[in-house]
Each structure stands twice: as C-alpha cells, then as structure tokens.
C-alpha cells in the first residue's frame, strides 16, 4: 500500500492525469449537495473542475468539512481524475479527501446574481475571480503576447522610454504634474515617442510597452487616465509604409487572438466571425472626405476639428474591417506630425478607427524632420523651446524621414473581446472616478 501525497496537478492539463490520484490547490465556487453527495466546483485559475464526493468513497471527516465550506473557501482536493463526457472539461474528480486552507467566515460578495457595474468595480479585487473579467484578462495577455511577438519576430528593438518626463509628448491639457525635487514639476509619460525618435536613429526600428498617463477629464467607454500603450518607431519609413505595418499588425493579432483565446471568446459571448473578417487592405479614406460625408450624415463637424467619439463611430460602421482615417488638419494634431507636401494645412497621418464603434486604437504619423519647421510648430503651440532642445537635436545629426504609431491595449481589447467599455479591459482602471482598489 503507498501513503506518498499525491502531486498537485493543474485543472488546465488535467488530462495528463487519467485515472491518477492527484490534489487540486484551488477555491472552491460553487458547492451543491444531495444527500450523500457533494459537487464541488473548483478553480485553481488554469480552469475549473467539477469535484463529486460520496459518503462512503471520500474520507469521513473531509465529507463532513465540505457541508460547512463557504464559496472562495481555499482547499487542497485529493481525488482520482475520471473522464466524463458531459463535463465541460472532459473530467470530473472522484474525492477522496480534502483540506482547507481558509473558509470564509462570510458570504461572498459577488453572488451569482446580477450585480451592478458600480459594486462589481468596487469589488474588482474579487472580481477577478470570475469567469467573465477573467477571460477578458487572458485575452489581454494573449494580445500582449501576440504584439510583442510581431515585433520581436521583425527585429524591433525594445527600448523602454521614461514614464517621468520634462517635456510634453502629447497635449498640454492632459498632464499628470508630479513634484520633482529642486527641478520644478516632472510630468507622468503621456507617451514615449519622443525618446524612440532618438532610438530608431540608434537601432533602426524600436518598439516600447508601457503605461502611459492622460489627466483626460472624459468620462467616456473610451477614456482611461492610465492605459498602456505599444509604439513602434521606424527610420526611414514613410506614411504610407507606416499604414501598411499597422495593418500587418492588427492582422495578425486577430488571427492570434482567433486561435489561441477560443474558449475566452466564447465565455464572453464574442461573435468571431466579425473578428475573421480582418484581413488585408483595410480601406483608407481622407480625413476631407470623412468631414464632408459626416456633414451629409448631418453631423455637426467641421473641417479643422478631430473626430468626435459619435462621428468615429458613423465613420467606422460603414466598414467591417478598421478603417484608417488619413491626413487630419495640422492643427487638429500634435505638433511633431509633418506636414504634407501635397496640403500644407494637413499633416502626415492616420488614425485606425475600429469596426463595430469602438473608436479609435491607433494613432501615428510620419514626423517632421526638417529641423526649422519644428522649430515653428513647437513656437505655435507654445511649448517651452528649452524642453525639446534635445528632441530638435535629432534633425540636425542625421535627420531622416521617420515614422510611427502608437496602438492603446485596452481600446484594442476591448474591441477584441466585443466588451462595451474599456474599463473591464485592465486589470485595476483608473479613470477620473475611480483609485480604489
Ligand atoms: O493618438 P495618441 O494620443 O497617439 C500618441 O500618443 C502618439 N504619440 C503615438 C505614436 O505615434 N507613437 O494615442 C495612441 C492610442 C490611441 O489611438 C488610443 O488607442 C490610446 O492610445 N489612447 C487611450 N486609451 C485609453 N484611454 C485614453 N485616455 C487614451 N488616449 C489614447
Ligand atoms: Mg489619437
């Protein structure tokens, strides 16, 4: 007769182990009894489990503990693994024993019936617990995974840029101001682009990935005040080769996110078939155009402003596929975007609307290389000069036409996942209500 403690197994490969007696160090969510039997629903996070104990099969007294467990209870189930068709995972776990590590001694907040968002994200520590966010979150991951990926596989250089930063990336009108010592105020990243400019001159082509920071007083399903963003920074590409990588990009995370994240996609409901509908050219159309068939739609929009939330999504409705919005007004954008030679009131870029309303994910452009005309934009928009004497420098040691985008994860997740607000998209949000928990 053996008495060896058997091995903690994860319910994610639960397979591995037919027939074999294992533990699963878990929490229990679910507990129905009848009579002699218990099931027992279990999650270890790598999946979830249904455990049955029968009096008689499974040790008396671990029988009797399970009776008195409270959901989230956490518990170290010994049992055999059994196939069973009807399980969702294939297996069940005959117990034999059970240990508890800790047993609420009260009921858990969130209960299987519906709560409101506002409880929920109060909870959100809890939350996460759930099937829902969770499978949102894996999907997160998977998008991180499959975005570094690209990169990596391209020959990006990752190159880590600063979150405290003297100058302004973005706008002046979403700043986070931290005290910084002796020197004044330093300012939390809006974006790290600035500093890949310097880089992609170093390695050529760079990325980063990192959180950035906007005082966006928007309360929107669109707006976070800390988000992460991935950009890229290529030397010696243009606008339209800028286009074309961002396509390859997002083609390829759909197809990623199709084929690794299928059991996610169906917790959370997402029809896919709109998701296998990515795939190259993603239609381009002028930001001129976009105004005027906006106005048609008796939109109030008029040429020289961005696009409001309502006017992306009319926009990118009329598609199934994202669509890129291309050479906004000058003085609709930032200041380092260059100007196009064929319209000097417009500038080199584009925004890539996605599908289905979910508004804008990436923002890039080619920048302005030319070292004088720099200089004037950073004078329009009243940027204090001193702050971008190193930026400047770069257009005077080897200037060369460059560009790059940024893509906003959670926007992109949200959209991925066909969730309704960005807030369910990362793990703790924080937006102009909310810094708890
Ligand atoms: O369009 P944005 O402001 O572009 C930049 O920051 C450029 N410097 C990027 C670059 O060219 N390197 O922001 C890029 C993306 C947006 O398209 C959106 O997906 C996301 O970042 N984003 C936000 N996501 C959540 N909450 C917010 N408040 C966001 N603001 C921007
Ligand atoms: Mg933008």
């Known amino acids: 007769m053996k008495h060896s403690t058997p091995p903690i197994a994860s319910i994610a490969d639960i397979a591995r182990h037919e027939d ?25 996070g790598t999946g979830r489990i249904q455990a049955v104990a029968v009096a008689g099969e499974c040790d008396p007294a671990s029988f009797e503990t399970i009776g ?30 059970l240990a508890v590590i800790q047993n609420p001694e009260e009921d858990f907040p969130i209960a299987k019936k519906e709560h409101g968002i506002d409880f929920l994200l109060e909870k959100r520590h809890l939350w996460l617990r759930s099937s829902q966010p969770g499978a949102l979150l894996k999907v997160r991951h998977a998008a991180i995974f499959s975005l570094r990926s690209f990169f990596n596989e391209r020959g990006f250089i990752l190159i880590d840029t600063p979150i405290l930063t003297g100058s302004i990336g973005e706008s002046a009108g979403t700043l986070f101001e931290v005290p910084y010592f002796d020197m004044g105020n330093a300012y939390l990243a809006q974006t790290g682009q600035l500093y890949l400019e310097a880089a992609c001159v170093a390695f050529g082509k760079v990325f980063n990935f990192g959180p950035t920071f906007r005082a966006e007083k928007s309360k929107t399903r669109r707006h976070l005040t800390e988000f992460w963003m991935l950009e890229a920074e290529v030397a010696y590409l243009d606008n339209a080769g800028n286009l074309q990588l961002q396509e390859d990009m997002i083609c390829a995370l759909a197809r ?3 084929s690794r994240c299928a059991e996610e996609l169906k917790i959370l409901g997402r029809d896919v078939e709109k998701l296998e ?12 155009e976009a105004v005027k068939w906006l106005q048609q739609q008796g939109r109030a929009i008029e040429w020289g402003s961005d696009l409001g939330a309502e ?17 906004y007004p000058k003085k609709a954008k930032a200041f ?3 100007e196009n030679p064929e319209d000097p009131q417009t500038v080199l870029c584009a925004d890539l609307l996605a599908p289905e309303g979910y508004g804008e994910i990436i923002g890039g452009s080619q920048r302005e290389d030319d070292h004088d005309k720099l200089l004037a934009r950073i004078h329009e928009e009243k940027l204090p000069e001193q702050a971008y004497t190193w930026y400047l420098e770069l257009r005077r040691f080897g200037s060369v036409p460059h560009s790059g985008f940024g893509i906003g994860l959670e926007r992109t997740v949200t959209w991925l996942c066909g969730t309704r607000h960005i807030r369910e998209a ?12």
């Open 426 to 437: 990362i793990p703790f949000p924080r937006t102009i209500s909310r810094l708890y928990p």
């Open 256 to 258: 990623d996110i199709l």
């Open 20 to 44: 074999r007696e294992i533990r699963i160090a878990g929490w229990l969510y679910n507990l129905r009894s009848k009579g002699k039997i218990h099931f027992l629903q279990l999650r270890d």
């Open 336 to 338: 380092y975007m260059k």
């Open 311 to 327: 006017d992306e999504t009319l926009l990118s409705n009329r598609y199934e596929k994202p669509v890129f919005v291309v050479n």
């Open 277 to 288: 509908k990515i795939s190259p050219p993603f239609p381009r159309i002028d930001y001129g």
């Open 68 to 97: 008195t467990l409270k959901m989230e209870a956490s518990v170290v189930v010994s049992g055999q693994v059994r196939r069973d068709e009807r399980a969702p995972s294939g297996y069940e776990l005959s117990v034999t024993g």
